[in-house]
Each structure stands twice: as C-alpha cells, then as structure tokens.
C-alpha cells in the first residue's frame, strides 16, 4: 500500500501534532507514506525519519483582483451566504460568518489558481490533512484513486460556511472526522456529502508521551493545587476570557491554585489584558508554546480544557495517558472521550457550572485520586494507538 498525506506545512503543535503519531505508527506497520508540503516551515527542526518528505510543485498563476470579485459575485455559494446574511442582519455573529465565508470563498480562488491537475494516481490512496486549502485542494486539483479529506473541528460551531464547502468538497471520495459527535455535525449542516462521512480518531503513541514526560523542566513548580491546560490560545474556541473570570471567581472564594497555560496564539494579547484587570498576573500564568508540554501536565493536579468547541482533543487524550485527572467543558464529543466522574470530569459548557465543578475538584482531592486509580487501570496502546479505522477508509 502506498499512501499521500498532503499538509500544507509542518508547525509545532496543531495539526502536526495529530499527523505525527500517525505517521510513526504507519512507518513501523510498514505502509510506506509520502507527506507532500506546500511551504517549508519547521519540518528541518524536527524527527521525520519515519516519513518521505516531497514539496508540490504545481505550476501557479496569479488571479487578478477584477477576475476575484467576479467569480465571488457569480459562485453560487455567494448568493446563498447573501440571502443568509439579509435574513440574520440583526445576529451579532453575522460579522464572524463574513469573514469565515470570505476566507473559504479566497481559499478556494487560491486553489483555481494553479494551472493544472496534480497527478497522484501513483498512490492507493491520498489523503488531505487539515480542512480548508488542503482539502479543497484535493477535491479540485488532484488525479487519485481514493481522495480523503479530513476536518477536525465541530463543524457547526466552528461556523464554518456549508454554502462553499457543498461544492469544494465534492471532489472528495470520503471526509474523515476525529469523532462521531464531529461527524454527525458535518451531516447535519450538509446533508447532500453526508454518505461520505467517515469517524476516524486520532491515534497517540503512549510510550513516546510517557518518555518524554520525565524531562525536567524549568518553569513549572508544584504548588498547592496546580490546573494545566495545553491549548492553543485562541479565545474564539478556548474561551479563554472565561478561564480568568473563572479563576477570578475561584480566588475571591480565597482558594489557593495556579493554573498554567501552554501555548500561543492569536489572543495571547488580549489574555494577558484580561489576567491585569482581573488582578490574576500571580494566578493564571501564561508560559508560551512548549515543545514538549507532557512534563507540565504529568506534575499538574489537573487537566482543563473548558474550551466552547472542540473535535477530539489530543491533548485530553495525552493527559489521560499520563494518569493527569481531567476537566473537560460539555462539547460535541465530550463524552466520547471522557467518562464522567470515572475516567475525568465534564461540566456544562457555561461559566457558572465550569466555576463550581473546579471548586469542587480544588476542595476534593479525594475525587481526583480515584479517577486517577482508573486511568492505570486503562490499556492505553489498545485504546489510544488503534490505527484499524484509518486503514479501514484507505483501503474502502
């Protein structure tokens, strides 16, 4: 079996965080794999010994501007995002809605950009990773046998714009999602490529996780009650600006925690306003993107990802591997990932049940030790390194 995964560059954390356990496992299962960039980026700083890399080079052309806004004025999915937004002028998410739309409507120019198909018949199957160009990319410029698109996230919370993916993912054979939650959100939005939606979770590789949570590290000291959260920093899906309000909540109540946050992001700004005029500079405590984050979160007492919207995280996935007790916000695949009050905790998506559920856990070890108990009692290789329902879509 000869396989393409086509990503548009490589970067710490984020979809190549996802892509690499994958690839390890498929590299030692002896399936050979090309990845295919689209830009040179951080793969030259990491271990990619266990792939191919190769580089597109499909000849490009540039579309003029005159040329863009007649094609976004005549596409079909213009008009059908018209007639939405005159019938939700007065919805205060319309303005979120636009840029998502205009996005995908540019990303897809970008793809017409290219001057002609790239041939990758040569492989069984190929494989977009991420949604938006890649995906689109696939769909529309390329020669395979069996074309796979991936989208991560929940498609309906994410806002995504059905009216431009109906028609720039028609090209593909199957559209793969982290869990069925994710899954049945695609359907529901788009109900015309519902047949070609595939569950196929991330897969991990537990004792590279467990390995390199034994580094030492230097900005991270254990307190009274230390709550981690690896995440990108994002407020539009991370909720970011709960979290301090939360913590602002929590301290008020005199409770003693630090809760730490790995990673960056678009919002690290606005986060850090949030953390002065809360007061919350020696309590929520921002400590930049890790290249390893397993060592904060194994000597954490808890892991919390209160995010507004999710797909599958990862990084629940690798606290649970690691035996960190987790806290995780109600999205869509929740309780597909966590069983409440026995593998983890899950509190209502709102701040008022995320404030008391962490009240609860800060003042009640007791309930974290037990959940710890169970997470040993897992076979972490069997449940997080199963890679039968990705090769279950190549080769259907």
Known sequence: M???????????????????PLLKHLNSAGISVDLMLFEKNDEMKMDTSFVNIIYNTTPKRNMSKIEKAVRLFFTPHFR????YRMAHKDNADIVYRNDVFFGQTLTRFSVMEYKQKCDLSEYDCVIAWEEGFTSYFLANNVIAKNKIGYIHPDYQRARFCKYADEIALQGLDKIAFVSNATKKSFQEAIPSLADKAVCIPNTLVVDEI????????????????????????????KALDRAVRVSARLKADGLNFKWYFVGDGVSREKMEGWIKEYNMDNTVILLGEKHNPHPYTINADLFVLQSYYEGKPMSVAEAMILETPVMISHFA????????????????????????????????KDKLETVRENLSKIDKHQVFEDITP???????
Do not use: M, P, W
């Open 333 to 364: 695949a929740a309780h597909e990932q966590v069983q409440d009050n026995v593998t983890g905790f899950i509190a209502e998506n709102n701040e008022d049940a995320i404030y008391e559920k962490l009240k609860e856990l800060i003042t009640n």
């Open 390 to 396: 990705f090769l279950d879509a190549v080769e259907n």
């Open 80 to 83: 059908e995002e018209r007639k």
């Open 2 to 20: 000869k396989i393409c995964i086509l990503s548009y560059r490589f970067f710490t954390g984020g979809f190549t965080a996802s892509l690499l």
């Open 210 to 237: 467990i390995e390199k949570s034994k580094e030492q590290t230097q900005t991270f000291e254990k307190g009274e009650f230390d709550i981690i959260s690896v995440c990108r920093l994002d407020n539009v899906s």
